[in-house]
């Protein structure tokens, strides 16, 4: 398994990271433990997480992914990095949400005491606040950095202009600045390349995308004009909704039929030129990848090793076009 440096820092982590959002309610502990246990034994040393999680959201599940992650590493104590986020909903409160400098301190401190550890090694923002003032939250991160609670600052779901105001408040401040960015990047979801990646590689952000497979529509396991099962991530009530208005349409079926069809020539799976094409990307650091089962790890690593042809990036950024 191939380390890299996380942008600017020194951290080094492995080219695919662990995503676990579904680790307490799709999966049981054993089977999480099982994941994971794969994960490690395949060279993946890099595990994210999020105080939220797992999903679907419930208010009686939060925090259950980190209590499992947090039992898992007592148990195995493996060499691993660990990242987890905040600014998600935790509590009923008025402050168990945001960026105020109360509730980030606070929820890393929740977040650490489910993990059973000291510190993290990576620490976002989950999405931004726009209510809490930039440098409040901020400075909140860089007492965590200089407490020893965690040891670099990442944020998820940022736009370039808010990442571009988080750089120069940082810098203005002399505060932590930020090393990795976290976005919704795949061939169904390409928006980010205007900006936001451009901004990333010129300042050496790390990124490190999830949703690869647009939640499963890359897979191939979906067909054009069929119902999806009512056991899949798009037939999940409200949540499967939300799925089904990102990804479920004529246009983005065109663009998993051409997935599946360059991956029946080149003798891989839809799921494995999906991620292919993501490694492929120069901005791209780290890809997340999920498994519900232990054995869909080793396509996740299979896709290290597949070298799409010219001819075939060039086929799928024509059909993904609508969506840069």
């Keep these: 398994m191939e380390r890299v440096n996380l942008g600017r820092s020194g951290l080094r982590v492995s080219r695919l990271c662990l995503g676990t959002m579904i680790f307490g309610s799709q999966l049981d502990e054993d089977a999480a433990f099982a994941v994971m246990d794969r994960a490690v034994g395949v060279g993946i040393d890099f595990l994210d997480l999020a ?3 797992p999903v679907p959201p419930s208010p009686d599940a939060w925090g259950r992914t980190e209590e499992i992650v947090g039992r898992w590493l007592r148990s195995r104590r493996p060499a691993v990095a660990v990242a987890t986020k905040c600014v998600g ?3 009923p409160g008025a402050n168990d949400l945001g960026g105020s400098r109360k509730h980030v301190i606070e929820a890393c401190e929740a977040s650490l005491r489910r993990l059973q550890a000291e510190r993290v090694d990576l620490y976002y923002l989950h999405h931004p606040d726009l209510g809490a003032p930039m ?3 901020l400075e909140a991160l860089d007492r965590l950095v200089q407490d020893g609670k965690i040891h670099y600052v990442g ?4 736009e370039a202009w808010q990442l571009g105001l988080a750089m120069a408040v940082a810098a203005e401040r002399r505060l932590a600045r930020v090393a990795v960015v976290q976005p919704r990047y795949n061939l169904l979801n390409r928006g980010y390349e205007r900006d936001l990646l451009p901004l990333c590689a010129a300042a050496d952000i790390a990124v490190v995308p999830y949703n690869p497979l647009g939640a499963g529509m890359l897979t191939g396991k979906y067909r054009r004009g069929q119902e999806p099962p009512a056991d899949s991530r798009f037939g999940l009530g ?5 799925y089904q208005q990102r990804y479920w349409s004529d246009r983005m079926f065109d663009v998993a039929e051409e997935v599946e069809a360059v991956g029946r020539e080149i ?3 839809a799921a494995c030129v999906a991620l292919a094409w993501l490694l492929a990307q120069p ?3 780290v890809p997340i990848v999920g498994a519900s089962r232990p054995e869909q790890l080793d396509d996740s690593v299979r896709a290290l090793e597949v070298r799409l042809a ?7 950024a024509r059909v993904s076009q609508p969506f840069v």
Excluded: C, I, K
């Design 89 to 91: 909903r935790v509590g």
């Design 135 to 137: 440098e409040e939250t």
């Design 267 to 269: 003798g891989a799976s």
């Design 283 to 285: 901005a791209v650091t």
């Design 238 to 242: 409200e949540y499967g909704r939300m």
């Design 51 to 53: 105080d939220v999680y």
């Design 310 to 316: 010219r001819e075939h990036l060039d086929r799928l």
């Design 155 to 158: 944020v998820s779901n940022f």
